[in-house]
Nanobody, 123 residues
Framework: QVQLVESGGGLVQAGGSLRLSCAIS????????MAWFRQAPGKEREFVAA????????YYADSVKGRFTISRDNAKNTVYLQMNSPKPEDTAVYYC????????????????WGQGTQVTVSS
């Protein structure tokens, strides 16, 4: 099982920007499809964005499309989530996930998870 470590969370003002990072322990990082999910208090974990192994395809939830960008650097074993113009409703714990299914939007499609990083967007 791979280990995933998220970083970059914190407090950001609405309309600002924040970049989350997720480092993976495996040298075979390029063989994993990656994704970001989030979970707000009292709510289900929800899909945010996903990226294919080669980064040729990206997928977004409608709620973040046009504001968030997922990317990956296979040389650094890292996946990123650039959050531009965040809104208070984006406040949640953000999790990165690794799996086999490219573009999966269901959390159970992923095999490995990070511990999560808190993102709080102030109005």
């Amino acid at each position: 099982q791979v280990q995933l470590v998220e970083s970059g969370g914190g407090l950001v003002q609405a309309g600002g920007s924040l970049r989350l990072s997720c480092a993976i322990s495996k040298r075979t990082f390029s063989s994993y499809a990656m994704a970001w999910f989030r979970q707000a208090p009292g709510k289900e974990r929800e899909f945010v964005a996903a990226i294919s192994r080669s980064a040729s395809s990206t997928y977004y939830a409608d709620s973040v499309k046009g504001r968030f960008t997922i990317s990956r650097d296979n040389a650094k074993n890292t996946v990123y989530l650039q959050m531009n113009s965040p809104k208070p409703e984006d406040t949640a714990v953000y999790y990165c996930a690794a799996g086999i299914t490219s573009g999966g939007r269901i959390w159970s499609q992923y095999d490995s998870w990070g511990q999560g990083t808190q993102v709080t967007v102030s109005s």
